[in-house]
């Protein structure tokens, strides 16, 4: 009797829209890949790519710790983060462990690999690239912003975001994924400093673009400052396309849900809104639209309901 084959699914994003949407998905029984931005340089992923010349450890971090399937005092241990101390303060232990690792193996990619099976982790977690890249916004008045940390805070427009060095090589095992997958979803995360970084890596971008597999764009839920301020959800996606040159989206993941008005205002003292749904235009774009009440608030802050969206994209395998 033949192994049954778990539909494959390729999540593409980084921050922390992508850990969230994993612990639903592992759940479920699907073969998971993530592909994380390594395009951070700011707090303690800053501090170790800059002093030991290594990937930005902090969003791979959070993307195994989601995978995970350990003791959960084993992953709090992974995710503490040292509030004093010289040199320590401002660390998590996870990210010392990915310098260790990556020290010790020679390879940033093989100490994820390494800490994979020392999490138990649910799925392949790959870099974008195995080496870090610098993220670059050109304005709408033609100035430059370097350092995916210091973009949102320029109070500028974005024009479109660039990676340097021009010449960087994507993992062939992320080539490989992208190419067999059965969905790949994008998002949610910040559109410009964790999506994009990723897709604009040289052939990633392209291999999403020609992918047999269908692909859905999990939109934000609100607007963000310094990035996509008064963007509607058709913004998002054009913003994707201008990027990619190509209109690669089968589908995309609305909240239909009304926002509480008091945790709307605490949110626009952010200069931060609810992303409108302009479904006339994202109709346009030929996109199918799926709509739902899909957060959930923690402490006032909102969040995307890690359950319900991890049922509703298991559901679109049915239909792939």
Known sequence: MSKKIDPKIVIIGGGTGLPVLLRGLKQYDVDITAIVTVADDGGSSGRLRDELDIPPPGDIRNVLAALSDVEPLV??????RFQNGNGLSGHSVG?????????????????????SKVLNVRGKVLPAA?????????????????????????????KRVFLTPEQIEPLEEALHEIRQADLIVLGPGSLYTSILPNLLVPKIGQEVCEAKA???YVCNVM?????TLHYTASDHVKALYDHMECAFLDMILVNS???????????????SEPVKEDLEKLTELGITIIRDHIVKYEDRV?????????ALLVSLLETC
């Open 95 to 115: 990210n010392l462990i990915l310098a260790a690792m990556t020290s010790i193996t020679g390879d940033f990619v093989k100490a994820i690999r390494e800490m």
């Open 257 to 271: 849900g009304e926002i509480p008005k008091d945790i709307q205002q605490r949110y626009a003292e952010e200069l």
């Open 223 to 227: 607007t963000q400052a310094g990035e």
């Open 130 to 158: 195995n080496k870090s890249v610098v993220l670059h916004a050109e304005m709408e008045d033609g100035t430059i912003v370097s350092g995916e940390s210091k973009i949102p805070y320029s109070g500028k427009k974005i």
């Open 302 to 310: 909102i969040r995307h309901d890690t359950k319900k969206v991890a």
């Open 214 to 216: 269908k692909k859905v």
């Open 75 to 80: 992953v709090e241990l992974f995710q503490h």
